[in-house]
């Protein structure tokens, strides 16, 4: 999609790094699925601490409890976009959060020739 600017729609989805779709990680899963479904975009960020609904803190700074660190998915488009996405998350997120917020774009842009990236 290009030309994504003005009000748009942000959905952050909050799962657990070891959280699995059919042997994928469901961060990954997602990711592709927004892709999938023609998303303006979709990037996923590792918590380096936090607790869920179990109150148990995953942190980078105790080896014991690094497997499981909070990951966030977050994707970015107009709002009927997102929200003709929601579907797809049914299932799929089982065990995380899933939060909407309105936002603006303020820029966006693609990459390829004469946006960061050469012709070559």
């Known amino acids: 999609m290009t030309g994504l600017g003005g009000p748009a729609l942000r959905l ?14 469901l961060y990954s899963e997602i990711v592709h699925r927004a892709r999938a ?9 590792r918590g380096i601490e936090g ?3 179990s109150s148990l803190v995953h942190t980078t700074r105790l080896l014991s409890l ?5 990951v966030a ?3 970015v488009d107009e709002e009927q976009r997102v929200r003709a996405f929601l579907p797809d998350l049914d299932g799929l997120v089982a065990g995380g959060l899933v939060l909407l917020d309105r936002c603006e774009v303020v820029t ?6 004469g946006r960061g ?3 070559e």
Do not use: C, K, N, Q
Request: proline letters at 7%; a negative charge.
């Open 51 to 53: 607790f869920g609904a």
């Open 73 to 75: 998915v977050v994707i």
């Open 66 to 70: 690094s497997e499981d660190l909070p």
């Open 12 to 25: 952050t989805v909050l799962v657990g790094e070891s959280d699995r779709w059919h042997h994928r990680p």
């Open 108 to 113: 966006y842009a693609g990459r390829g020739p």
């Open 117 to 119: 990236e050469s012709a």
């Open 37 to 45: 479904a023609g998303l303006a975009g979709a990037s996923a960020f």
